[in-house]
């Protein structure tokens, strides 16, 4: 029973333009969620996280947008960049818990 | 800063063959994690530690899979027998405690079990 579900394993989008990565998870008790980036041969790396608290949090060109009546929350890159070209997992977890919830990720390609 | 370092990078055994994987956490990181990750899924929590102590492992097959990390700083993460569902990638992170902490990964090591 996967609880953080990324259904696009991929996405082609033109640079400069607008990505947008969706999740979805289904356990309601998650309080905190992550997007994490990755480049082939290399680990995971955070980009940004967002509270239950929250409906939006902003870095930069990076923002996420949780929508808790949904249970679904959204990366936007603006402008996309080639070297945005990456996987990007959404993780989840609840209060006080370590453990993450990973998707299993979508794959973003930027063209140029 | 130095990251989270691992070794080996990859690794190909024959089935029934052990084998062991070292990580090295980011210095000050208390908190340590072994996770596996199969192709075109997300990363899997197999255990964690506090310092030397192993304060979640309810998700490692105990059967064949054993870790320790001795003095608190490096793990080691062994597999005795590996089997061919045991290909994967093992990724080490470590971070400062607290369950809201940025965990920092490593490159991960790639096994192939034939």
């Known amino acids: 029973d996967q609880q953080v579900k990324q259904n696009s394993p991929s996405l082609s989008v033109q640079e400069g333009r607008i990505s947008i990565l969706n999740c979805d998870y289904t356990?309601?008790?998650?309080?905190?969620f992550l997007w994490y980036k990755k480049y082939p041969a290399e680990g995971p790396t955070f980009l940004i996280s967002?509270?239950?608290i929250k409906d939006k949090n902003e870095d930069g060109r990076f923002t996420v947008f949780l929508n808790k009546s949904a249970k679904h929350l959204s990366l936007h890159i603006v402008p996309s960049q080639p070297g945005d070209s990456a996987v990007y997992f959404c993780?989840?977890?609840?209060?006080?818990?370590?453990?993450?919830?990973w998707g299993a990720g979508t794959k973003l390609i930027i063209k140029p | 800063e130095a990251g989270v370092v691992q070794s080996p990078r990859y690794k190909i055994i024959e089935k029934k063959q052990p084998v062991a994987f070292w990580c090295n956490p980011i210095?000050?990181?208390?908190?340590l994690y072994w996770y596996l990750q199969n192709l075109g899924q997300g990363p899997e929590l197999l255990i964690r530690?506090?310092?030397?102590?192993?304060?979640?492992d309810s998700q490692l097959p105990k059967d064949r899979f054993s870790a320790e990390r001795l003095k608190g700083v490096d793990s080691t993460l062994k597999i005795q027998p590996a089997e061919l569902g045991d290909s994967a990638v093992y990724l080490c992170?470590?971070?400062?405690?607290?369950?809201?902490?940025?965990?920092?990964f490593g490159p991960g090591t790639r096994l192939t079990v034939l």
């Open positions: 993780a989840a977890s609840e209060l006080s818990n370590y453990q993450l919830i």
């Open positions: 356990n309601s008790m998650f309080d905190y």
């Open positions: 967002i509270s239950s």
């Open positions: 210095s000050g990181h208390n908190t």
């Open positions: 530690y506090e310092n030397e102590e192993a304060v979640d």
């Open positions: 992170a470590s971070s400062f405690p607290g369950a809201r902490n940025e965990q920092f």
